[in-house]
């Protein structure tokens, strides 16, 4: 008799995808938050990706996150500009897909790392070049700047950049009518959701990058 060779079943990776709007900024300090990580905890076993779209508008984001669907999807963009941002949260929900959204741009994110402030700016260009803030601590600072993510986490710039930023959540809501949208908010960011986020996927502590060294 013909024996019939078992199915081997073969194990497939879980998938954490990232879309970003910013072409350069958002992907680089993601991957090099994810390197340090992979090298620290040796998470090998767990497959993220930075993702790079072919349009960056915050829905057009949406419309290729859909498409691919993974374990876990998140898509990070910010106001600075952008239309179609109230039905992008609508239809990212609807689809339970995750956002990491800055206001008024990834910038706010970046500045938590030195100082809290509740400052708002119309556009980008006005937050990076505002010597008071932003511009005294990056003097040139470019979005294509290739160590951003060790200029803005050396001296602990990580946590203290979290608890900024999760003070910031918690206050600039309450200027606000009770129920606004917090892409209606400025400043604001909740990046650090999609860090604790990446830390989980890799069953790392998220408290532990919380942690002065």
Request: glycine residues 4%; charged residues 30%; aromatic residues 12%.
């Amino acid at each position: 008799m013909s024996r019939q060779r078992p199915t081997i079943k073969k194990s497939v990776n879980p998938v954490f995808r990232i879309y970003t709007e910013g072409a350069e900024t958002e992907p680089q300090y993601i991957r090099k938050y994810i390197e340090e990580y992979l090298n620290r905890n040796n998470c090998f076993n767990k497959v993220i990706f930075a993702y790079k779209p072919k349009n960056h508008s915050p829905f057009c984001l949406l419309k290729e996150a859909k498409e691919l669907k993974d374990d876990q999807t998140w898509i990070v963009f910010d106001r600075d500009g952008h239309g179609k941002i109230p039905e992008t949260f609508r239809a990212a929900k609807k689809a339970n897909i995750n956002i990491a959204f800055s206001s008024i741009s990834f910038e706010t994110w970046i500045l938590m790392h030195f100082e809290y402030t509740s400052k708002s700016y119309a556009k980008c260009e006005d937050l990076t070049s505002d010597n008071g803030h932003f511009k005294k601590h990056i003097v040139d600072y470019d979005k294509a700047l290739p160590n951003l993510f060790v200029i803005a986490t050396k001296d602990n710039g990580l946590p203290r950049a979290i608890a900024n930023a999760e003070k910031l959540c918690t206050e600039i809501p309450r200027g606000y009518p009770a129920g606004t949208p917090i892409y209606d908010m400025n400043p604001y960011t909740n990046f650090h959701l999609l860090l604790d986020a990446i830390d989980r996927f890799l069953k790392i502590d998220p408290n532990a990058k919380r942690q002065k060294r």
